[in-house]
C-alpha cells in the first residue's frame, strides 16, 4: 500500500472514531472508572493505584500496560476523557493500516489490502471503542502488530523481526494476560510450517522460534523485576483464577437457570425483559456474576489476603469443574455464542438509544442484525483460513486461540474485539476467492512477490 493509501484510510478511521465520539455519552463506568483512575494516578506519580486519597497502594489485580500507556499523554494534557479519545482514535488508524498489510502477506494484492484496510477502519464495534478508557482499542492493536509482525518471520525465518513480534507480544501480555500462552504456540507453528524445507531453512526457524519467545518474555520479567522492587504485586495473568471460577460456576446453575443463561447469551436486553429482576443487562452486577462479586467481598471482609483468597478461589473452581465435567464441556457452547457476539456495536446499548428506539423493534433489530452477523464472519473466517495457504494459518492460529480460550474461561462480546480485525480480513479473503478467480499459478506469483519485498 502507498503512503497516500495510508493517509486515505488514517482519514476515514478517525471519521468513524469522531462520529461515536459525537454520538456517544462519554461516561466512564465501572472498570472505565477503574482504568482512568489508575492512569490518572500513574500520571500524577502514584504508581498503580486506583485510590483516588492515600494512601495509594499499587493494584495488581489488573495488567499494566493500559493504564501506564494512558499516564503519559495524561501527564501532558491533563486527564480527561477526550484525551483517551484522541490516543485511542490513532491506534485504531495504525490498527487499520496494519490490517492493510496482513491481507496484502496473505493474498498479495495491493486492492485487497486497501479493502480490507477501509473495512477494519470503518468497522462500528472498533471505531466505537475508541471513546471508552477500556483496553479494547490498544489490545487490538497490539494484537494486530504482533500478527503482523509474525506473519513477516516466516518468509525467510527473519531473527530481527522475531525479536521485535516478541516485544510486541509481550506488550499484549502486559495489556491482557490472556495471551501468554499463545508466542509460544506460534513459535511452535513456524517450526512447523518449514519443517519439510531444506535442513538451514529448519534451523532457521527454529532460531527465529526461540528469538521470538524469548523476546516476549522480556517486557514481562522486565516488568516483573521492577515490581518486586517496588514491593508491588504482580502476575501475568491477574484473576485467572477468579474468571475461571465464574466460568465453572455455570456448570452448577440448576435447569430454571440453565434456560436463564441461555436466553441470556442470545440477548442480555431479551433475557433481562423474560427475567425480570435479576440485572441481566448487567455484567459486574448481574445475576450470573453477582455470586463471585459477593464471594470475593465477604472472604475480604473476613481478613483474607489476596493470596489465601487467590487458593480459596482455585480449590473452589477445581471442586467445580471436577463434580460438573460435563455441564462445564457443555456450556462451552454459550461461551462460544457469547464470545462471538463481537459485532454488536456498544452504542446501541447506551441510554440514549435506549430513549430513542427503546419502545420500538428498531433497536433490538439492530442488536439482533449485529449478533448475527458476528457467526457469518466466523464461518467465514475458517473458509479465508483454508484458502489462504501458509500466511494465512497465523491469523487463523490467533482467532482459533482466543475463541479455544474462552470456551475455557467466562467470556463477554468485548473479549473479542481484539481478534475482530483478524475475522474481517479471513472474512474478506474468502469472499475474494469467491470473487475473482485466480488460477494457483497466479495466486502462488503474487505471494512470491510479497515474499520478496
Same mark, same amino acid.
Given at each position: 500500500?502507498?503512503?497516500?493509501?495510508?493517509?486515505?484510510?488514517? #482519514?476515514?478511521?478517525?471519521?468513524?472514531?469522531?462520529?461515536?465520539?459525537? *454520538?456517544?455519552?462519554?461516561?466512564?463506568?465501572?472498570?472505565?472508572? &477503574?482504568?482512568?483512575?489508575?492512569?490518572? !494516578?500513574?500520571?500524577?506519580?502514584?504508581? @498503580?493505584?486506583?485510590?483516588?486519597?492515600?494512601?495509594?497502594?499499587? =493494584?495488581?489485580?489488573?495488567?499494566?500496560?493500559?493504564?501506564?500507556?494512558?499516564?503519559?499523554?495524561?501527564?501532558?494534557?491533563?486527564?480527561?476523557?477526550? *484525551?483517551?479519545?484522541?490516543?485511542?482514535?490513532?491506534?485504531?488508524?495504525? *490498527?487499520?493500516?496494519?490490517?492493510? +498489510?496482513?491481507?496484502?502477506?496473505?493474498?498479495?494484492?495491493?486492492?485487497?489490502?486497501?479493502?480490507?484496510?477501509?473495512?477494519?477502519?470503518?468497522?462500528?464495534?472498533?471505531?466505537?471503542?475508541?471513546?471508552?478508557?477500556?483496553?479494547?482499542?490498544?489490545?487490538?492493536? @497490539?494484537?494486530?502488530?504482533?500478527?503482523?509482525? *509474525?506473519?513477516?518471520?516466516?518468509?525467510?525465518? +527473519?531473527?530481527?523481526?522475531?525479536?521485535?513480534?516478541?516485544?510486541?507480544?509481550?506488550?499484549?501480555?502486559?495489556?491482557?494476560?490472556?495471551?501468554?500462552?499463545?508466542?509460544?504456540?506460534?513459535?511452535?507453528?513456524?517450526?512447523? #510450517?518449514?519443517?519439510?524445507?531444506?535442513?538451514?531453512?529448519?534451523?532457521?526457524?527454529?532460531?527465529?522460534?526461540?528469538?521470538?519467545?524469548?523476546?516476549?518474555?522480556?517486557?514481562?520479567?522486565?516488568?516483573?523485576?521492577?515490581?518486586?522492587?517496588? !514491593?508491588?504485586?504482580?502476575?501475568?495473568?491477574?484473576?485467572?483464577?477468579?474468571?475461571?471460577? =465464574? +466460568?465453572?460456576?455455570?456448570?452448577?446453575?440448576?435447569?430454571?437457570?440453565?434456560?436463564?443463561?441461555?436466553?441470556?447469551?442470545?440477548?442480555?436486553?431479551?433475557?433481562?425483559?423474560?427475567?425480570?429482576?435479576?440485572?441481566?443487562?448487567?455484567?459486574?452486577?448481574?445475576?450470573?456474576?453477582?455470586?463471585?462479586?459477593?464471594?470475593?467481598?465477604?472472604?475480604?471482609?473476613?481478613?483474607?489476603?489476596?493470596?489465601?483468597?487467590?487458593?480459596?478461589?482455585?480449590?473452589?473452581?477445581?471442586?467445580?469443574?471436577?463434580?460438573?465435567?460435563?455441564?462445564?464441556?457443555?456450556?462451552?457452547?454459550?461461551?462460544? =455464542?457469547?464470545? !462471538?457476539?463481537?459485532?454488536?456495536?456498544?452504542?446501541?446499548?447506551?441510554?440514549?438509544?435506549?430513549?430513542?428506539?427503546?419502545?420500538?423493534?428498531? #433497536?433490538?433489530?439492530?442488536?439482533?442484525?449485529?449478533?448475527?452477523?458476528?457467526?457469518?464472519?466466523?464461518?467465514?473466517?475458517?473458509?479465508?483460513?483454508?484458502?489462504?495457504?501458509?500466511?494465512?494459518?497465523?491469523?487463523?492460529?490467533?482467532?482459533?486461540?482466543? !475463541?479455544?480460550?474462552?470456551?475455557?474461561?467466562?467470556?463477554?462480546?468485548?473479549?473479542?474485539?481484539?481478534?475482530?480485525?483478524?475475522?474481517?480480513?479471513?472474512?474478506? =479473503?474468502?469472499?475474494?476467492? #469467491?470473487?475473482?478467480?485466480?488460477?494457483?499459478?497466479?495466486?502462488?506469483?503474487? &505471494?512470491?512477490?510479497?515474499?520478496?519485498?
Amino acid at each position: 500500500m502507498s503512503r497516500r493509501a495510508d493517509a486515505v484510510v488514517v #482519514l476515514l478511521a478517525l471519521l468513524a472514531a469522531t462520529f461515536f465520539w459525537l *454520538t456517544t455519552e462519554r461516561v466512564n463506568r465501572n472498570d472505565a472508572s &477503574l482504568y482512568f483512575q489508575l492512569a490518572k !494516578n500513574v500520571a500524577e506519580g502514584h504508581g @498503580l493505584s486506583s485510590m483516588k486519597e492515600p494512601p495509594h497502594n499499587w =493494584v495488581g489485580s489488573r495488567e499494566p500496560l493500559y493504564p501506564l500507556m494512558l499516564g503519559i499523554p495524561f501527564r501532558v494534557f491533563g486527564a480527561s476523557i477526550g *484525551t483517551v479519545f484522541v490516543v485511542q482514535a490513532l491506534l485504531h488508524a495504525l *490498527t487499520a493500516v496494519l490490517a492493510g +498489510r496482513i491481507v496484502l502477506q496473505i493474498a498479495g494484492s495491493a486492492r485487497a489490502a486497501m479493502v480490507g484496510a477501509v473495512v477494519v477502519a470503518v468497522f462500528p464495534t472498533l471505531a466505537n471503542y475508541t471513546v471508552y478508557t477500556m483496553r479494547e482499542t490498544a489490545f487490538t492493536f @497490539l494484537v494486530t502488530l504482533a500478527t503482523v509482525l *509474525t506473519m513477516a518471520v516466516m518468509p525467510r525465518a +527473519r531473527v530481527l523481526v522475531a525479536a521485535v513480534a516478541g516485544l510486541a507480544w509481550g506488550a499484549a501480555i502486559l495489556c491482557r494476560g490472556v495471551v501468554l500462552p499463545l508466542p509460544v504456540l506460534l513459535a511452535g507453528l513456524l517450526v512447523v #510450517l518449514a519443517w519439510r524445507m531444506p535442513t538451514a531453512a529448519r534451523m532457521a526457524a527454529v532460531r527465529s522460534a526461540v528469538v521470538l519467545v524469548a523476546f516476549t518474555a522480556l517486557p514481562i520479567v522486565t516488568w516483573s523485576l521492577y515490581t518486586a522492587r517496588a !514491593n508491588a504485586d504482580f502476575s501475568a495473568t491477574p484473576r485467572a483464577w477468579q474468571n475461571l471460577y =465464574v +466460568r465453572a460456576s455455570k456448570a452448577a446453575l440448576t435447569a430454571d437457570e440453565m434456560k436463564m443463561y441461555a436466553v441470556y447469551c442470545l440477548s442480555e436486553s431479551l433475557a433481562d425483559r423474560m427475567f425480570p429482576g435479576n440485572n441481566l443487562r448487567s455484567v459486574g452486577e448481574g445475576y450470573f456474576y453477582r455470586g463471585a462479586s459477593e464471594k470475593l467481598v465477604a472472604m475480604r471482609a473476613h481478613g483474607m489476603t489476596p493470596a489465601q483468597i487467590e487458593d480459596r478461589v482455585r480449590d473452589e473452581t477445581l471442586a467445580l469443574i471436577a463434580a460438573h465435567p460435563i455441564a462445564y464441556a457443555a456450556t462451552s457452547v454459550f461461551e462460544f =455464542v457469547k464470545f !462471538n457476539s463481537f459485532f454488536q456495536v456498544p452504542l446501541l446499548n447506551e441510554a440514549p438509544a435506549e430513549v430513542r428506539y427503546g419502545g420500538t423493534a428498531i #433497536l433490538l433489530g439492530l442488536r439482533g442484525v449485529f449478533k448475527v452477523a458476528g457467526f457469518v464472519l466466523f464461518a467465514l473466517t475458517l473458509v479465508g483460513a483454508y484458502v489462504s495457504g501458509r500466511a494465512g494459518l497465523i491469523v487463523a492460529a490467533v482467532v482459533l486461540y482466543f !475463541n479455544g480460550v474462552h470456551l475455557v474461561l467466562d467470556s463477554i462480546g468485548r473479549y473479542a474485539v481484539p481478534v475482530a480485525p483478524l475475522y474481517l480480513l479471513l472474512s474478506l =479473503v474468502a469472499v475474494r476467492a #469467491l470473487v475473482v478467480r485466480e488460477t494457483a499459478v497466479e495466486r502462488k506469483a503474487n &505471494l512470491v512477490a510479497v515474499e520478496a519485498r
